[in-house]
């Protein structure tokens, strides 16, 4: 079984970041164990803003990641930064299959929202992105690993995996 770490980056709460690991640990522990989060919060990386942009390039914050972690072991970072890829203007999150993940939370904390929502989105996104680490990838079906380029695309999806996704999971990891 592989361990996650889970790291908040300067500007992520503590709270949201216990939250979000009692959460992964409920819902992932057949995949990860331990769930470990991390106290300390990373420094943001920086060569990772554009200001041409206004934004950050995730990559280095997968790379910062990597430097943290052990063999056997996956990292998952929570940023209070914008992030984009030279592929996509904006991302909720990236992954590395087999390797490491990112969730950017400010544009899903975006809009007049409940901390619930925004909580609730966070959550999808991140499970997303573990489907990644996992080795899945994007699914048609009505399942957390839909691609979603809008709040409204996130808000749509369930929060769970469908039952293809789940099989692919259980063949690959079991």
Not at 4 to 11: M, R
Not at 72 to 94: A, H, M, P, R, S
Not at 125 to 144: K, P, S
Request: glycine share 6%; net charge neutral.
């Amino acid at each position: 079984m592989t361990r996650l770490h889970v790291y908040g980056f300067k500007g992520v709460s503590t709270d949201l970041l216990l939250e979000l690991t009692m959460t992964i640990t409920s819902r992932f522990s057949q995949f990860f164990s331990p769930v470990k989060m991390h106290p300390v919060r990373l420094p943001v990386p920086f060569d990772s803003y554009d200001p041409v942009r206004s934004q950050y390039k995730a990559s280095p914050f997968l790379w910062v990641i990597s430097t943290q972690i052990a063999a056997q072991c996956c990292g998952l970072g929570i940023v209070n930064q914008d992030l984009y890829t030279k592929e996509l203007n904006f991302i909720f999150g990236v992954a590395e299959k087999g390797g490491n993940a990112v969730v950017a939370i400010p544009r899903l904390c975006q809009k007049p929202t409940s901390s619930d929502l925004a909580f609730e989105r966070i959550k999808k996104v991140t499970f997303h992105e573990l489907g990644h680490v996992l080795g899945l990838d994007h699914c048609d079906n009505d399942c957390v690993m839909v691609f979603s380029n809008s709040l409204e695309e996130c808000d749509q999806k369930p929060e769970t995996f469908c039952s293809s996704c789940q099989q692919r999971l259980a063949a690959v990891n079991g």
